[in-house]
Every structure is written in C-alpha cells, then in structure tokens.
DNA sequence: TTTT
DNA sequence: TTTT
C-alpha cells in the first residue's frame, strides 16, 4: 500500500453513543464528537475553536462505548477517515464524512480500564451490570507479543 | 485547550490544485487527495481501497502547491479536519468536511525542495535529467550526534 | 523537507517537571512519561505495558507544565524525536533520546485551561498563586486564523 | 489502556536493512532511519535538520524490507517507541531507544505494492523498464463513493 | 518513577 | 450536541 488515511481525535461525546447491532450480533456505535481547541489570535486574544466529528466504532471497540461511554465523556479516538454519500429522497446528492476509529482510550478518571476491577460504577447514564469481564476487548493494534529482549542486535 | 484535531495523510493528487487568491492576495489552494490503503480481508485476498479527501491549503502552502503539485503528485499531508455547513439555492442543507493543511511534505522524487532553488519546473510528468545526484541520499553514516545544543541536562 | 518525525504520546509524568531557566530567561522543562498501553496476548491474557520517555518542552510550553504538571498528570504530548550523544567522563559514548514536545494538552480533569480562570489550586505540589494570566500561552501551531468561511470555493 | 506511544516516520535508510531471523522463523528487520526536517530560523535563513532513528520491524514487515528496502528508500514508518537497557562489558549502563514499527509504506515509485506480485526485483538504484504504467495513478475522477457498507445509519 |  |  501506498497511502495512509489517519485521524487522531481528543474530544467530549455530543450525547451518549448510539450503539446498534447488526445481523451476527456486530455492534456499531455512533456519535458526535466535540474537539475544541484554543490559541491566541494576533490581537493575542484567545480563541476557542469547537469541531464535531461523526465517530462510527465496530465491534469490541462499539461495545466498549455502549458500556463506557456517555455524554461528555472524554476520549482519545485513533482511525481512519470515510466519506460516504447517498441520495435523500428528493433525489439530492448528500455526503457525510466519518471517522471510523480503530483504538479508543478513555479519559475520564472514572473509566480507567487498567484495573483488574471493571466492575465499577462510571457515572454512566445508561447503566451496567456485573461480568463486565471484557470479553470483548479486542484493542485493535494486535500485540505482536514480540520476544522482546533477546533482540540479536 | 484539551482537544486535538489531527489528520495525517499520505495519497496522490486527483486533479491539478486549484488555487485562488483572496483579498490581501492570500492563497488559497484546493485539491481531491486519493489514499489508497491495501490490506487482506478474512479469505486472504488482497483488498485495496481508496477514500478521496478534499484538503485546502492557505498562504505559503498554497502556494507551494501551485508551484510544485500536480495531478498524480503523492504526497503527505498533516491537518486538522473542519465541516462546513451551508444552504444550497434550493435551501437543502449541504456539509462539506475538509482537511485543512499545516505541514505538507511532497514525497515525489522530481519534487524534493531541500535544495534551495524551488524554481525548478515541475509539473513533468515523466522526464529526467542530469543533476539528480540527490546528495542528501548520501547522508553521513548514521548517528553520532552533536553534543546538544544548551540542554542544561 | 521531505522528513516527517513526529511523535504522539498519551502518560502519566512519573515526578515533578524539572524546570530550568537559560540565558535569556528560556524556560526548558524535563520529565519522565510512562505510557501505558494494555492488550491481550495469545493466550488472551491481559498484558499491561509500560514504556518510559523523557519529554523536553521550551518556553511557553515549559512554563505551563512548571505551573500546571506534576508527578501524575495525565498529558497528551505532540512532538519529535532528538537523540543526542556525549562522553562521559570515563570516555564512554553515551546517547539519550528524547520527545521535544511542541504541543501539550493537559487531561486531568483540574487541569483545564480553557476556563478564564487560570487560579484554580490543582493538585500540585509546588503550589501556584493568582494572577496566572497565561501571558505565555504560546500554543505552537500557528493559529493561522484563515478567513474562515468565505472560501471561495 | 489509558496510554499512547506513537511514533510517525519518513525518511531515508541510511544503510540496507540488517534482517535476521529467530527460532521459529521470526524475523527481525533493523536499519537505521534519517528523517530531515528544513524550516527557517529567526533569520529566514533556510535550516535543515537530520535526526537518526533505529527502527526494528518484525516478522511480516521485516520481511518486506528484507525484499524492497535498502540503502535510500525513502519509506513512511508507523509504531511506538521502546528503550532497552543493558549494561556493557565494562558495567556500564546502556540505552538505546528504537521505533518498534507496525505499519511500513514504501514511498519509492520502484517500490510500489500495490500490484499482486511482490516478487518484483528491487535493490535495483536506477534502472526502470515497460509495464511502470501505475494505472492506480489515473484513478477515477474524485468521490462518488458506493452507498456504504451496511451501517445502519 | 506514573496511572487505574 | 460536549468540555472548562
């Protein structure tokens, strides 16, 4: 390949994730995502700039979110941009543009997942349950598990 | 701020950039970026897939791409993403996501600037000459650094 | 150029920032930064994996996390790597890399900036006062402040 | 995971890579890596900027720089950072920081992967021939993208 | 040396 | 529509 399409995104969730299965059970989550960033003008007056970005998660990383995430959540989204587009039924040309994320770190202090403990309650709004056991973790950028230290350099 | 808004790309040029130049002849520089991402699906088969983006780029990026990119250009892009909204003539609400350059590297061999003539004709699609000794591919044998330069540490 | 060297670090700083002044009353701050990142092996277990960097700020940027960081903080870092080399006074070669950062976005949720009141107490050990007026705010990419809108494509 | 420890590449080999292969047929890819940044000082004079980095690629990625890469591939380079530390013959303390990667664009027109044959010849400096026809540059005229996948939004 |  |  020859081309690299990358997003790395920081920002606050809109509203909670909208989070829909598919046939064999595949998750997809979808939500708005707030990036807001701040610099001075030449008058050195600050300025705030507020982006919305449409995040799509699938699968584990969906899953993640439907457990997790709620809105104002703060999180770290790594993906790659898609651009589609369609028809509306007045026959209009319509496009939308995504960012399909294929890691997600959470960074609200309460949604720490580092812990051995995942049962804990994260302020969420939309409620959990206990097993919360991560079967689904699947963080996407696969371990490589490489044998480290016997480098033969 | 904590936000972060980034977009890294690397893909060709669809068209030749269209370049403008607003009041206070600043440009402005527009153009259809290809990347192309090749990965194996379930059954193995090699699967390429390309997603256009529009990027724009001001002031002297723009600039440089008036004078040096081209249809077929590969290069690399760094930016932020940012939508804009607007009502076409039939009151249809339209979205427009854009890359908005602040670095560009431009990764065609015809096109390296680091000498510091950038008045080279471009826009070749194919010929050559003598002169592409490029010196800086005979770079010194790797490391040994220089002592800092007044790192206190 | 036809380089890209850029670095995109998310961690808890392991102590304090050390924080120097040059000549010329530049501010350089230094710390540690342990990322780490979390994923199943293949037997599914959970891997938890911690790497440390040294990351070096100047300027504005130093004097922020002089104010702002302390052992702990959760920052996001966007920078570049620099390795550099010397003799010990032994006569052996001696190399160290570090990130320089060029952009910091703090993640703790006491530590937000955006807010107008920069005098909040935050958690920190070295203590603060009012009148933080970030006059050093210096955020370094370059706001670019384009016409926004009036695009004219 | 609440960390993330990225690293991204382009640049030049500065010799061929070093590949060697473990007990289980791994392999192991290391080469060195110049990435050159030019910008202008406070001077406007024109600086340009060389910085040295290992990269260490595993098992599939070692074996295409093993195939494609040698001295002077200009190559676009994804992964995380990682100090090793030992002590020398002498007891002294040794670090070498190096870029684990795990993605590898291969940024040189010979180079291209994008066909189904990658058994191409490669190491070649120069030399060219028929069938370098990249059809893959002529792509189709900018979007019109197909009416996504399945999601269900 | 951090964080959960 | 978020966050401070």
Redesign the pocket.
């Known amino acids: 390949m020859r081309g690299v399409n990358k997003v790395i995104l920081i ?5 909670d994730p909208d989070v829909q299965f598919l046939e064999g059970n595949i998750a997809v989550a979808k ?2 995502l ?1 990036t ?1 960033e701040t610099f001075k003008d030449r008058a050195g007056k600050l300025i ?1 700039q ?1 982006e ?1 970005h449409t995040v799509v998660l699938w699968r584990g990383l969906a899953e993640l979110a439907q457990k997790y995430l709620h ?2 959540s ?1 999180v770290y989204i790594e993906g790659r941009l898609r651009t589609r587009s369609w028809e509306d039924k007045e026959g209009n040309k319509k496009f939308a543009t995504e960012v399909v994320g294929d890691n997600l770190v959470m960074l609200d ?2 949604m ?1 997942l ?2 051995s403990d995942h049962s ?1 309650p994260h302020h969420s709004s939309s409620g959990s349950g206990p097993g919360e056991s991560f079967p689904n973790l699947e963080m996407p950028p696969p371990p490589l598990n490489e044998p480290a230290d016997d480098l033969p350099f």
């Open positions: 920002g606050n969730l809109g509203r939500f708005s707030a807001t705030s507020t919305w809105k104002g703060l202090k309460r720490d580092n812990s804990l």
